[in-house]
């Protein structure tokens, strides 16, 4: 089969510019016993991948390799197969990268369930999935009747957490970046939700939280990191998923002083998803039950063809998407 | 019997000065049934009892209230009982305060072995030892081969810290305020000592930890912090016990970015003393034995009479002291 393929070949000056990708056309290696070729449908665009395009290799996932195709996760159908567990049509979700066809076996590629939406299952049980649910009841550990607070809430990871935590019986504060985005998350359950940009997020965050905040799953950094921070109880508990205001900018911003840290005995955690894929099973059979019985809400942006995630990306960091961020093949 | 005693009748302002106490006599109160009075002998000052000034009710302990006297820590001998218990002549550890008498009961005064000098009980056994169990193993949790560092390494807690790990099989490295603290350091077999007032406090850093940081226990934010934060290895733990840097200025210093957090997986968990006193009789156990093999050295920095407390306190912010701050009444 021919492929199209967009391979990583300089790595990003602060901002992601077009400049450090090439586009690559090729056939298709052959199939070794075992192996099937997928070809992709939908391709996910996460704000983690602006993290692999950086040589730092102390980071948790090793870089993507300068010539190698952009990594990302994705869903498919099995269009060729050396392998009779996978016979052709078969959905298949997996690592598969920027490029219309990836070569696969067992290890690098799960069958899904039929039925579920290609926009689902990227949008809610992949990486979003994982990591919300390996933050919230690994890292959080939350209990009923406390209060949350959510940062990048509109966000395909924060969305889930925020509808997640209120099945979990917890009071649901969400950030976003517009009130549109904020409108959005009370439709889904939110019980409050704050535009981050706000003058007075200080009193904003007083007014939604007046017993104070348990819990912040942390995916942006910024304002809302220091307003929440200073409004946590005693035995709090942060999850630190994300810093996505500080991805793209040289100078990162200060964190908080740690005295708060002692006198409320919070514990900070971060955590990345590639740590915790032996969650996968339990959060598929937590998540997929929600999905299946409509307890959980997503809204996908869909942008169209493989090039269309050079500038697509950066919708991330602008938060000029409105949903999970996904690029239809 | 005629008490002294030294009340807390104004909240400090940012630094401890001397009218925001007052000294007053009264006759010891008569003793019910159960109770006895001690007579103090040794008084510990402790970095901590600045926050028990602070009107700030959310803080981990209540704060004293005004007119009470100062709350503190100290060793002492049964004078009266009316408890069979707790006879003449009992060498007793409570919190008495500042004052020459307590009038005490089975739950505010803990016997302690004979034999046993009132310095090693304050350095050692009371605060410092249990605050410095606690954070090590039940914070941190170090494992034989890894490296430790530890802030305010000289102070009573840092240097407990840093004997425990050693004899964990951690390498261990201690950060001090002068050149003399950190002398003292290498002799109680600390590995490396850096003085946090170098200006190539990072080179140091990495000269003395080559294979970065996999523990941190932090007692005074600063330049320490920064250099420590930013040398963690993945998964790092960072037991948060003090700031003594901050606690008496009015515009704390800013904490690291959270970004390292999220890419090294790293917990940082604060904690406070009162919230494991359950855990006495583990730690008394562990370092009694270190004390009584010779395991375990301390440095005590005494200053004589009741109210030499009121400027004495003040050392251990501008770390004037050398060793345990004990007063000797």
Chains 1, 2 share one sequence.
Not at 233 to 242: D, H, L, S, T
Request: charged share 20%; net charge negative.
């Amino acid at each position: 089969m021919k492929n199209t393929r967009i391979n990583l070949v300089k790595r990003p000056n602060i901002k992601i510019t077009a400049d450090i990708f090439e586009i690559a056309a090729e056939e298709t290696a052959e199939l070794s016993d075992g192996q099937f070729l997928v070809k992709q449908t939908h391709m996910s665009l996460d704000p983690a991948m602006r993290g692999w395009m950086e040589p730092d290799t102390t980071s948790y996932i090793p870089p993507v390799d300068l010539g190698a195709v952009m990594r990302s996760s994705g869903v498919g159908e099995v269009a060729e197969s050396n392998n009779p567990d996978y016979p052709l049509g078969t959905l298949v979700a997996g690592m598969f990268g920027w490029q219309q066809y990836a070569v696969c076996d067992a290890t690098s590629a799960r069958a899904m369930p039929a039925g579920i939406p290609a926009e689902a299952i990227l949008s809610v049980l992949a990486l979003p999935g994982i990591t919300a649910y390996q933050g919230l009841f690994n890292v959080i550990k939350p209990k009923s009747g406390e209060t949350i607070a959510i940062s990048g809430a509109a966000g395909s990871v924060g969305s889930l957490v925020g509808q997640m935590a209120k099945i979990e019986g917890l009071r649901v504060i969400g950030f976003a970046g517009s009130d549109e985005k904020c409108a959005w998350l009370k439709t889904i359950g939110f019980d409050e939700a704050i535009n981050y940009k706000s003058e007075n997020l200080v009193e904003l965050l007083q007014a939604a939280a007046p017993d104070g905040i348990d819990c912040y799953f942390e995916n942006t950094g910024g304002a809302a990191q220091h307003a929440v921070f200073n409004q946590m109880n005693a035995f709090g508990r942060i999850a630190v998923c994300g810093m996505i205001g500080d991805y793209n900018t040289d100078t990162p911003s200060a964190g908080p002083n740690w005295v708060n840290i002692i006198k409320k005995r919070i514990k900070i955690q971060g955590f990345t998803m590639p740590d915790h894929q032996a969650d996968w099973g339990n959060m598929a059979q937590k998540m997929g039950a929600y999905l299946m019985k409509g307890q959980i809400q997503y809204r996908t942006h869909v942008i169209d063809g493989l090039e269309s995630a050079i500038e697509g990306i950066n919708l991330l960091f602008s938060g000029g998407n409105n949903g999970k961020l996904i690029v239809k093949l």
